[in-house]
């Protein structure tokens, strides 16, 4: 009864972490399901037990027992301490195999067998910048995927701490400046998921939204050719434009993206850019991490 409202509240909008649409966010979903009903195994009662006690210890019931020397029981001790230490032991065992499972930088593997989608990801002052290293193309405030790709992210900031946020897809994950994090994200089915900046940044952060856009193999590929027709050409003069606040930006795209942006960002506070061979290569993940901040830098 207690989790009906939740159950109801699912289907909308604003609950989009109820609606996963891929298998992260599915995950985070029991996650926080069997976790929920766990902890009320401990509230239910109790809520009840008050009700129950209040109504039998009442002024007017005449055969309610007063035991004022009352003061130990070996049975609710048991039950009010072993019951609670059974929760806690289920929780702990349940937090540690989910932080590891659900790992923002352990990658995924695609349901089509294909190569991941590689996407940099430069949280602005307002709005979000995508840039595709394998295509050579970048998109403002709009994100494209094919349907059961694994979508690898590299994540920074060009200004104050933000956080990358697509609820439906799941995982939160900071963007800091001058440091990198990733997570990687996959949708099960076709669809137009809202995504925003999950971190209070300024003026401009209501407006901080983008759109994630995933479609079939065909959907994705027209996508690309769309934004390969545009004429605009991000390079570190472009990206410097682009990087002065503005609000509520609407989508734009960069046909042509020339040299490391991403790289250059980061270098921009810490002196060196991170390697791309550094990140994928030889499974060094704990390179890749010395480089890009670190793990914990996540909500769910």
Known sequence: MLLLPLLLLSGCSNWAIMDPQGPIGRAEKSLVFTAVILMLIVVVPVIVLTLVFAWHFRASNKKAVYRP???????????????????VLALGILTWKTTHALDPYKPLVAQNGEKPIEVDVIALDWKWLFVYPQLHIASVNELAMPVGASVDFRITSGTVMNAFFIPQLGTQIYAMGGMQTEVHLSADHAGIYQGLSANFSGNG??????KA??????????WVQKVRGSSQVLDTQSFALLSKASENVPVSYYGTVNGDIFGEQIA???????????MKGNGDQASAKTTGGSNGMSGM
């Open 69 to 87: 020397d009352f003061h130990h029981s070996t049975t609710i001790e048991i039950i009010v301490w072993v019951v609670p230490c059974l929760i």
């Open 205 to 210: 952060f209501s407006g901080m939204t983008f």
């Open 213 to 222: 856009i995933a479609t079939d193999k065909a959907g994705f590929d027209a």
């Open 268 to 278: 921009s506070f810490v002196g060196s850019p991170p390697s791309m061979k550094t």
